[in-house]
């Protein structure tokens, strides 16, 4: 795959990611910096399924580049949940799971040879979904734990700023 087709579906991925956090009311300021993290999670998961990585290892660097470049975006250690989710649709699973889904229907209505075949589709599709589900979480846990290092200045002073005892003086009334 090009350079130019990771782009063109970076930049379609990016699109239907912010779709979907204006469809789930995300807050106007996060809508840009889940624009850009799904851009570079897609993009960092095709340039490294082109390098050779396996589609799990794969997406869990780009689960990990979607907190680490929209903590960056946001400059903070607290990314809002509906950026990482939002940011994070178009690595998901979703052929897997539809195949899962249908799978379970034939599941129930099949019997002989070709519920054996659709049990082990089943297993396969469930397998694949539970891998990628398992590498999303691992990439945002790193990417938490990465951003909570590299804003641990602003953690510190926000810890001094919340303390009470730190008002030098108090009006009474």
Do not use: H
């Not at 699109?15 to 204006?22: C, D, K, V």
């Not at 690595?91 to 539809?98: E, K």
């Not at 990628?132 to 938490?144: C, N, S, V």
Request: charged share 15%; hydrophobic share 55%; glycine share 4%.
């Amino acid at each position: 795959m090009s350079i130019e087709y990771i782009l063109i579906d970076g930049l379609w991925s990016a699109l239907f990611a912010t779709a979907m956090s204006i469809r789930n009311s995300t807050p106007y300021k996060y809508i840009i910096p889940t624009f850009l993290s799904s851009i570079v999670a897609v993009c960092t998961r095709d340039l490294l399924e082109n390098a050779g990585l396996s589609t799990n290892w794969s997406t869990l660097f780009a689960a990990f580049m979607i907190v680490i470049s929209s903590g960056l975006f946001i400059r903070s250690q607290r990314v809002p949940p509906v950026v990482m989710v939002c940011a994070v649709l178009p690595l998901w699973a979703s052929v897997s799971m539809f195949n899962m889904l249908n799978d379970l229907r034939k599941v129930s209505l099949l019997s002989g040879d070709a519920l054996n075949k659709a049990a082990i589709d089943l297993t396969a599709n469930t397998a694949v979904v539970f891998v990628i589900t398992i590498a999303i979480a691992l990439g945002f846990a790193a990417g938490l734990a990465v951003l909570k290092v590299i804003f641990r200045r602003e953690s510190i002073e926000d810890t001094i700023v919340d303390k009470k005892d730190d008002v030098p003086f108090l009006i009474k009334n």
